[in-house]
């Protein structure tokens, strides 16, 4: 295997019938914009009953249908928030401790030292989480936190950083496919290609998600020299 090699991310994807939730960071191929993504599936009728809202620079999570709301805790939450010069884009609520610390000048690692991968076994579903810093260069950390062992007793912790590079991105997403009990995403994020339009990058990870389990995704390319943001997002329960 090339540990060089940059894939295209709906190769990657195609055929998997069970990702879950997905982070990817990088660059584009230009080296204009720095540019993430974020996409939520679902199996269950409560986690298939959701949404991404605007909120300025923020992405909020909504119930499509609130009557139908059956737990909240791990399915509502915030997965992109702006502090400073960073960004953040979790899978969880993770997003308002990583917000918190980096806040109080803390580190990225430091706030998810204090959380751990869900608590609902036996799939244990990791936390992924990614920051993005800009600066005299843009750089990036992904994280994902797993259970150590299958009885969810101990958590292991694992932070990847990144120096940004033209057209290189990397994808970190909690599954590897579908299964009972699901399995964990396993390995070092992998580097995918980021082309410079953003409607390209947006279609060919939304097109290749499963269509019965996909629910909805969200794109930012940001301009390094200017700052400007363009956003795209796909709600299936539009």
């Known amino acids: 295997m090339n540990v060089y090699q940059t894939y295209d991310i709906g190769k990657l994807i195609n055929g998997n019938p069970y990702v879950g939730r997905g982070i990817v ?49 791990l399915i509502i939450y915030s997965p992109i928030k702006k502090t400073g010069n960073n960004l953040i884009v979790t899978n969880g609520d993770q997003t308002d401790t990583i917000y918190d610390f980096v806040s109080e000048g803390k580190s990225f690692e430091a706030a998810l030292d204090t959380r751990c991968f869900e608590p609902d076994g036996p799939n244990w579903t990791p936390r992924i989480s990614g920051m993005m810093t800009f600066g005299e260069k843009f750089t990036y950390k992904m994280s994902i936190l797993k259970s150590a062992d299958v009885e969810g007793s101990e958590c ?83």
């Not at 993430?36 to 300025?56: D, H, L």
């Open 25 to 73: 960071i990088g660059k584009s191929a230009d080296g204009k914009k720095a540019v993430t993504a974020y996409f939520i599936m679902g199996r269950s009728e409560n986690s298939r009953n959701r949404i991404f809202v605007e909120n300025g620079d923020e992405v909020i999570i909504h119930p499509f249908d609130s009557s139908k709301v059956e737990d909240p805790s």
């Open 156 to 238: 292991s912790r694992y932070t990847f950083s990144y120096n940004s590079l033209n057209g290189v991105g990397h994808f970190i997403h909690t599954y590897v496919t579908d299964g009972n009990p699901i399995p964990t995403f396993m390995g070092e994020p992998e580097r995918v290609m980021i082309p410079d339009s953003i409607d390209e990058f947006l279609e060919n990870i939304w097109t290749n998600l499963n269509e019965q389990n996909k629910i909805s995704i969200y794109v930012r390319y940001i301009d390094l020299e200017t700052g400007k943001t363009e956003n795209r997002m796909i709600n299936k329960n539009s």
